[in-house]
């Protein structure tokens, strides 16, 4: 593996919020291309993990390098990496007052200074891509759940990135509309994008993931290719946590 | 074990519901509402018989002063200082120029929506306002110059407000953002501003402006009365704005600041494309609210000098042939107002349809 290209890498971070340190020498080194899946209990740190990675929270000491870059407190650096970084939310956060092509359209056409109509075209295809193409012109709100967080997906491919960020993407859906959105990141994965993905679904860490994370309390405390992971965990509080989500 | 079959969906069972029963249910359900029911009645039975003969059945619309007959109100008092109300001392020769602006006004105001694209509506929002400024004024394309001194009426009325709302509009959008600012200095000076000139009454601030203004320009520039009163109008309703806006921005969930920020947009692309049209959507009521009372306070400009509706009725009172119709012109200017202002708040209402509908 040690000759596929770096794609991120984190040494030692730490951060606090206020006196609370919330994250504790987390270090995580992922390669392009790979799969990473992070579990742990709620409040252990995995959003604020992935959340510095795209410069959305700071952090107070150690490294993250993306792609190459150093990941600093300078705005042009912040917005080449986020240029490179796609993010989906646990509540899909589309922009309400705009169509749902339109949300598609903000980031090419004002980031990345595309032409407009070369905008539409990716978007469209990104749309038919995610199955919606047909609710182009609909407004968020007028979609279910589901549809919403296929257009959220569809929204960062837009500006073709390098890496994509989940934060428990299916958390907020009802049951019946997991699927759709899993299925989507299944093709997504199978495509060779670099992907990190926090969520509890262990069907989709199996199928997946080339490494599962597990953190707790700010710490990263174990990490394995899923089957090993879910058989044969090492750590006492990996083997709680796993019979606490498997016990329902 | 046991099956279900599927049910049909049956219609909404219907009431009767006639005017008898609205009644009964509304104005008459029991004792103390029939009391309060017939009270209401009796207090509208005697209002308004008696407001209708004044104003219209018994009173006088043509003629000359020393004919009235009538005992309702005198209207040929209004007819007469018409013009005045209106225009102020501003040529009477020269009416058509402000009457071509309040035409533009409100082909703008309802058309504004047909105009198709961004450029040619951001160009319309920056030449209207000279248009109508020389227009006014005059001065340039052979248009005789008309001085600020001869504004007046309700055309100096609207125009205040106008100035006051349009003007105060983008400075009150910047405070709101430097008031949620991370920068302290910024912040700081944002909340100042907004404190103290929420905590003054306007006339101060007229008055502040007229006295203090010129000692800033005292190099023998001759500072416009009618410029000062602009100025301060202007600040004063910003500092209102900037708090209207601010509790629209804090209606927006993090949410959209994350997913724009995530999207690599710049701080003000977020603001302007993704997070001010959503505060401002609801904050357009109270925007409205806002403006209907800079609206109505904009008379206090006659304390400092400037001849609006109501300084212009004062003023037409003590013309020593027009003495005692003090009446007529105070309900003149008081339906001249109710207009304007529910105008205005029907205007806001049509927008909010708009939006919801939309969305
Ligand atoms: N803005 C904040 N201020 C203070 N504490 C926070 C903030 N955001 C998160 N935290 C705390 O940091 C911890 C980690 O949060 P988070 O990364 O969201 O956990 P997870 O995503 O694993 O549930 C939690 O204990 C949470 O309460
Ligand atoms: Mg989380």
Redesign the interface.
């Known amino acids: 593996m040690s000759d596929q290209e770096v794609m991120i890498t984190m040494k030692d971070v730490n951060k606090w919020y206020g006196d609370f340190h919330v994250l504790k020498d987390v270090n995580l080194n992922i390669k392009k291309g790979e799969k990473v899946v992070i579990c742990g209990p709620s409040g252990s740190g995995k959003s604020t993990t992935i959340r510095c990675l795209?410069h959305?929270e700071k952090f107070q000491e150690g490294s993250i390098n993306i792609n190459g870059t150093e990941l600093i407190e300078d705005?042009k650096v912040v917005?080449h990496i986020?240029?490179q970084?796609?993010?989906v939310?646990q509540?899909f956060?589309?922009?309400?007052?705009l169509s749902v092509l339109e949300n598609l359209l903000?980031?090419p056409t004002?980031?990345?200074k595309k032409p407009r109509k070369e905008a539409i075209e990716t978007a469209m295809y990104y749309l038919e891509r995610v199955k919606i193409a047909e609710q182009a012109h609909k407004?968020p709100?007028?979609l279910s759940g589901g549809q919403q967080q296929r257009v959220a997906i569809a929204?960062?491919l837009c500006?073709n990135p390098e890496i994509m960020l989940f934060d428990e993407p299916t958390s907020a859906l009802d049951p019946e509309m997991v699927s759709e959105v899993l299925d989507v990141m299944v093709e997504l994965a199978d495509e060779g994008i670099t992907m990190i993905c926090v969520t509890h679904e262990m069907g989709f860490a199996k199928k997946v993931a080339d490494r599962v994370v597990f953190m707790d309390a700010g710490q990263v405390i174990e990490e394995n290719e899923p089957n090993e992971f879910f058989d044969n965990p090492q750590s006492d509080r990996l083997k709680l946590f796993l019979e606490q989500i498997l016990s329902h | 074990m046991a099956t279900y079959t599927m049910k049909e969906a049956k219609p909404a069972p219907t009431t009767n519901k006639g005017v008898v029963f609205w009644l009964r249910e509304n104005l008459f359900p029991d004792v103390k509402n029939t009391l309060l029911t017939l009270a209401g009645l009796y207090i509208l039975y005697a209002i308004i018989p008696p407001l209708l003969n004044w104003m219209i059945f018994d009173a006088t619309w043509t003629g000359s002063k020393d004919e009235v007959v009538n005992s309702g109100a005198r209207w040929i008092f209004i007819v007469e200082k018409f013009d005045q109300f209106m225009y102020g001392f501003y040529p009477e020769a020269l009416h058509w120029r402000p009457n071509l602006v309040g035409i533009l006004s409100l082909v703008l105001i309802f058309g504004f929506k047909y105009i198709g694209s961004v450029k040619l509506k951001i160009a319309t929002i920056i030449l209207f306002p000279i248009i109508c400024f020389v227009l006014i004024s005059g001065g340039w394309f052979g248009l005789e110059v008309v001085e600020t001194e001869k504004w007046g009426g309700l055309m100096l009325t609207i125009l205040v407000a106008a100035v006051g709302i349009v003007a105060s509009f983008p400075i009150g959008v910047v405070l709101a953002l430097g008031r949620q600012s991370n920068m302290p200095i910024l912040r700081t000076l944002c909340i100042g501003f907004i404190e103290f000139v929420r905590g003054v009454p306007l006339i101060t601030i007229l008055f502040m402006a007229s006295v203090l203004l010129p000692l800033f320009f005292h190099d023998g520039i001759e500072f416009n009365k009618l410029l000062r009163a602009l100025i301060g109008i202007t600040l004063f309703q910003a500092a209102y704005i900037a708090e209207v806006i601010r509790g629209g921005l804090q209606a927006i969930?993090k949410?959209?600041y994350?997913?724009?920020?995530?999207?690599?947009?710049?701080y003000w692309?977020g603001m302007i494309?993704?997070i001010l049209?959503?505060a401002l959507?609801i904050s357009i009521p109270n925007l409205v609210g806002s403006f209907i009372s800079l609206f109505k306070d904009t008379t206090l400009v006659l304390i400092i000098g400037l001849f609006d509706i109501l300084a212009m009725v004062t003023l037409t009172n003590s013309d020593t042939n027009w003495l005692g119709y003090e009446v007529e012109g105070y309900v003149f200017v008081t339906l001249i107002y109710w207009v304007c202002c529910f105008s205005m708040s029907q205007y806001s209402k049509s927008i909010e349809r708009k939006f919801n509908t939309?969305?």
């Open positions: 795209n959305l705005v917005r986020r240029s970084v796609g993010m939310f509540h956060n589309l922009f309400p007052h903000i980031a004002w980031v990345h407004y709100n007028q929204r960062c500006i | 969930p949410g959209q994350e997913a724009s920020e995530a999207l690599g947009l710049t692309q494309l993704i049209p959503q959507k939309e969305h």
